[in-house]
């Protein structure tokens, strides 16, 4: 059994590389993942919370947990063959018990409502797929959960939200400083070409006399004058 669980891990943890590697791709060309496609009962349960707890020999889910006590966390739960559930009360939201609705699982955990009281279920091999189950007293207003087990269950490629939101946002935020950083250039470059000429000072050498200001001229202007040929010897804008 306990060349079984680490020959397990091993899978595991070069599955979990190779998954790695997979996300990693996949977030490169677009980013998808698989999920488990969970029966709507699961889905409308409360709370929500989802865990892929593949590779471990023990999970717990808090039985009474959310803020008002009235749910399973992780509500969907997603395990390996040979892997050991306790159901763990947390003392909120009153009596409750474990029963399944559908699946190959059947759990049937006893009406209790003091925190700490436990519930251990060990699916096999033969529970292979997914079981939905309830609190039976609170059924009515959502108290559901669900345990999917081993890989060969319904699956759903589905976006990865952190990917699919914070790539676009730091790819707009890397144009916003781009643009930024374009314009205080293109800015500076501007200050510098209109204005690099006209704040000679006194001390400048006098060949630069006839591009300062006081001539009231640029050399743009000045060599309008004679169009496209060259300076000859006696233009003005000539810088001697
Ligand atoms: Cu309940």
Not at 13 to 42: D, F, K, L, M, N
């Amino acid at each position: 059994m306990k060349s079984d669980a680490s020959r397990r891990n091993f899978l595991r943890a070069t599955g979990g590389t190779a998954a790695a590697v997979g996300v990693t791709a996949a977030g490169a060309r677009g980013a998808a993942a698989q999920s488990v496609e969970w029966p709507s009962q699961v889905t409308s349960g409360n709370l929500g919370s989802e865990e892929d707890a593949r590779g471990q020999d023990e999970v717990t889910v808090i039985v009474g947990a959310g803020e008002q006590g009235l749910a399973f966390s992780p509500t969907k739960l997603w395990i390996d063959p040979g892997t050991t559930v306790t159901f763990e009360w947390a003392g909120q939201g009153g009596s409750h018990n474990v029963e399944t609705i559908e699946g190959p699982s059947q759990m049937e955990a006893d009406l209790a409502s003091e925190e700490g009281h436990t519930y251990e279920y060990e699916f096999t091999e033969a529970e292979a797929g997914i079981t939905a189950y309830q609190c039976n007293p609170h059924k009515s207003i959502g108290m559901f959960g669900g345990i999917a087990v081993g890989d060969d269950v319904p699956t759903a490629e589905e976006a990865v939200s952190s990917s699919a939101v914070f790539v676009p946002d730091d790819a707009m935020a890397l144009s916003i400083a781009s643009f930024i950083a374009m314009c205080g250039t293109l800015g500076l470059a501007f200050v510098f070409m209109k204005y690099g000429n006209w704040t000679v000072g006194e001390d400048q050498p006098q060949t630069d006399s006839r591009l300062r200001p006081s001539r009231g001229l640029t050399h743009d202007q000045i060599s309008a004058g004679h169009g496209p040929f060259p300076c000859s010897m006696s233009c003005p804008s000539r810088v001697q």
